[in-house]
């Protein structure tokens, strides 16, 4: 994955906005960290990813799954940029998502297709593309 396509999957969930984070380049969601894109090793820190889930992602993928001493007492895995493809990220990144949504809002979103796409417009895009119509 390039940086501009790490860029493109992070900024494609709603709610999100390129700011900084402890004087770092990051994305945020709800106005709570994200994601960033760590220059020091080219790697996406990615959050809610439970120690024990980390743990089984570094041993079973080092090259793509590590963690440094910082990240190492945080519910966090890092991945790095060239070896993670853009719809594992997506689904990796979507834990966070969810975590910084308020639950209200959550409440009105349908997260098993696209994230932050309103139930609503999923099922009008889907009889968009069969050619149904909506009646009610």
């Not at 999100?16 to 960290?33: L, Q």
Request: hydrophobic letters at 35%.
């Amino acid at each position: 994955m390039t940086p501009k396509q790490f860029h493109a999957v992070a900024g494609a969930f709603p709610h999100t906005e390129y700011a900084t984070s402890y004087g770092h380049p990051a994305w945020k969601a709800f106005g709570k960290f994200f994601t960033r894109l760590r220059t020091e090793d080219d790697s996406v820190v990615i959050g809610q990813i439970s120690f024990e889930e980390c743990e089984h992602l570094i041993a079973a993928d080092p090259e793509t799954f590590h963690y440094t001493d910082h990240y190492r007492n945080y519910p966090m895995v890092l991945a790095r940029l060239s070896r993670i493809k853009p719809a594992e990220l997506k689904l990796m990144l979507e834990k966070q998502w969810c975590h910084n949504a308020p639950k209200k809002w959550l409440k009105a979103w349908d997260l098993s297709g696209d994230v932050g796409q309103p139930e609503a417009s999923q099922q009008t895009a889907k009889k968009k593309k069969t050619g149904t119509k909506e009646t009610r």
